[in-house]
């Protein structure tokens, strides 16, 4: 199977040139999966990505602590796009969407761009806080929003 060989190359390029560099640490492999655990501000993430027997011309399938990683980029409050630079929703600019994926692409450029989303969603999050404090405790003035 050309598919396990490549998994499995990919693999041992990661452990060997990446894992250190990224903080993602692979804890569980097989033909067609891997496991990996990443700290990001204190949270524990669990990345599962499995490969279909058509990889690498077809993507894999990521889940995020159990829960579908295209599911967990879209986007339903229009505030969140003011912050995204390309100004495209996330579903659509991820390499796994069919449209962007290519057979050039890696676990390491797929790693690199969760852990970036994944950020990404969690200054969304910290960015609705203040602006709970904001609405509750100052005036309308302050923008406290572009400090973040």
Excluded at 24 to 35: R, V
Excluded at 59 to 88: Q, R
């Amino acid at each position: 199977m050309s598919y396990s060989r490549r998994v499995n190359n990919e693999r041992t390029k990661y452990k060997t040139d990446y894992e250190d560099k990224l903080g993602c640490w692979l804890i569980d492999h097989s033909n067609n999966s891997m496991s990996f655990l990443k700290f990001i501000n204190d949270y524990i993430v669990s990345i599962d990505i499995n490969f279909p027997k058509t990889y690498p011309f077809r993507p894999p399938t990521v889940k995020i602590n159990n829960i579908d990683y295209m599911d967990l980029l879209k986007i339903s409050e229009s505030w969140k796009f003011d912050i995204l630079v390309n100004k495209k929703c996330l579903c659509c600019s991820t390499l796994l969407c069919r449209n962007n994926w290519h057979a050039c692409a890696n676990i390491v450029t797929l790693l690199i761009e969760i852990i970036d989303n994944l950020e990404l969603k969690l200054r969304f999050n910290e960015l609705r806080h203040v602006k709970k404090i904001k609405l509750k405790y100052l005036i309308d003035d302050i923008p406290l929003e572009q400090y973040f």
